[in-house]
């Protein structure tokens, strides 16, 4: 087989993950129809959390995922994994989008809706890892945290073709067309994009790194290493949760929040979600650029610390004046912190994970994360408002993830610096990047 151009290459692993979060994302924008369709109730905060807890039932699979899934990859190649996602993820679109509404078949739409979302976070839960390792392991020299930023790049297209499409189904249809049936068509459109995609992976070529490896562990093999590095693991599962409470808040969160919450308008709402994945999407390949110039440490400690100190009070200034421009202001800026901290954390985690398990470690990493701080963000976020009657708790909530995800940047520079004192080779400078 003719040798690819890394940019076909980066367009062919990049594609799946796009509909993985594309799937996701339209999930979390339509959640009032779909949560009137198959959680019907006569409480709009039951239906919401129904919803949510639906949404976020996905994530609960992910690390099970990541732990299956990723010890397959380790083991038989990056290659056949990633296909083997893309149908598990195919599965579990077709059966959301084509179950029929609770009024038809009563308990059992539910039902097949939140094993379709469990069938989709199975996938997800080693896709996201077994793109980002596959990006580290092709990178040129110097520029992996580029390479590796556009596994998140290609999530913030999937974010702004799913609002662009909300964008022009609200304009086209009257809400109550939207309610009944115009939410089923983003989902529709998913399952159309499905052979196309297929057709740009199954002709993806091994990584050279894992060619090259002389020996392949088994899979109880990397399951006992997993567990041999469970210290890694947990500290890379808290370097990701500002990430996902961030991304998932300014993304799948912001529809339900500026329409239910800020009382601004669906189309409002879905216009700032557009402007904010493509923000995203410039700054997050800026961000991986920029950790390989300056070191990940810095653009991590630094980006996730004025989250830290700045979302709340962005919050608070929004919800006490709620309009477009408020909306989108504060989205952006959040949208820029994200976008820096992600793009030089996704390349980081990759990098502290031993090779042999760079994948399940990685993945089981980023699940666990996202099983709290990603896909339960919209449900926490949802609760908090009602729980304190303060419309910019999500704030506080994000302030939260951030303290957490500081921690383990130090915990691990520290750890870091002291291995390379035990090893006595002087080069403690190497732990500062």
């Known amino acids: 087989m003719a040798e690819q151009s890394k940019v076909w290459r980066v367009l062919q692993v990049s594609s799946g993950n796009f509909l ?56 038989h190649g990056r290659r056949k994994g990633l296909i083997l996602t893309l149908g598990l993820m195919a599965i579990g679109t077709l059966t959301i989008a084509l179950v029929p509404g609770y009024e038809k078949v009563g308990f059992l739409a539910p039902l097949i809706v939140v094993s379709g979302r469990l069938l989709q976070g199975l996938s997800a839960g080693v896709e996201l890892g077994g ?7 092709i ?35 009257p809400p109550e067309q939207m309610v009944a049936w115009g939410w089923r068509v983003p989902l529709v459109v998913g399952c159309v994009i499905i052979p196309f995609i297929f057709l740009l992976r199954r002709t993806l070529q091994e990584t050279e790194e894992f060619q090259a490896r002389k020996h392949r562990l ?18 890379g599962t808290f370097m990701v949760t500002i990430s996902n409470a961030a991304f998932y808040m300014i993304t ?54 004025l989250i830290l100190v700045t979302a709340y009070p962005a919050m608070s200034w929004l919800t006490g004046a709620p ?38 470690g990685f993945s089981l990493s980023y699940s666990l994360s996202q099983t709290i701080f ?40 520290r750890r870091e610096v002291n291995s390379l004192r035990r090893t006595g080779d002087g080069q403690t400078t190497a732990a500062l990047s």
């Open 218 to 235: 088994s899979s109880a093999e990397i399951l006992q290493s997993v567990a041999a590095n469970w210290r890694l693991i947990l500290i």
């Open 131 to 137: 793109v980002s390792v596959y990006l580290s392991e």
């Open 139 to 173: 990178a040129s020299p110097g520029l992996k945290g580029f390479y590796v930023s556009w596994q998140s790049a290609s999530q913030q297209v999937a974010v702004m073709f799913a609002a662009l499409l909300g964008v022009m189904l609200s304009s086209w249809l």
């Open 252 to 305: 799948a969160y912001t529809p339900t929040f500026g329409n239910t919450v800020l009382k601004l308008s669906n189309l409002d709402a879905l216009t700032v979600t557009l402007c904010v994945g493509l923000s995203n999407f410039i700054f997050v390949p800026l961000g991986g650029l920029l950790s390989d110039k300056v070191g990940r440490k810095p653009v991590l400690i630094g980006s996730a610390g």
């Open 374 to 413: 990603g896909g339960f963000t919209p449900a926490i976020s949802t609760y908090l408002i009602h729980l304190t009657n303060d419309k910019a708790a999500p704030g506080a909530w994000l302030s939260f993830a951030a303290v957490c995800a500081l921690s383990a940047v130090l915990i691990n520079w």
């Open 20 to 75: 993985e979060m594309y799937d996701f994302m339209v999930f979390g924008y339509y959640a009032k129809a779909i949560g009137n369709a198959f959680f019907p109730s006569n409480s709009e905060f039951a239906t919401l959390m129904a919803t949510f807890m639906t949404f976020g039932a996905g994530f609960l699979m992910r690390p099970l995922g990541a732990i299956i899934l990723g010890s397959y990859i380790d083991h």
């Open 323 to 360: 309009t477009f421009g408020h909306l989108l202001a504060v989205e952006l800026w959040l949208s820029v912190l994200y976008s820096a901290y992600n793009g030089g954390m996704i390349v980081y985690v990759t990098e502290i994970m031993p090779a042999e398990v760079r994948t399940a």
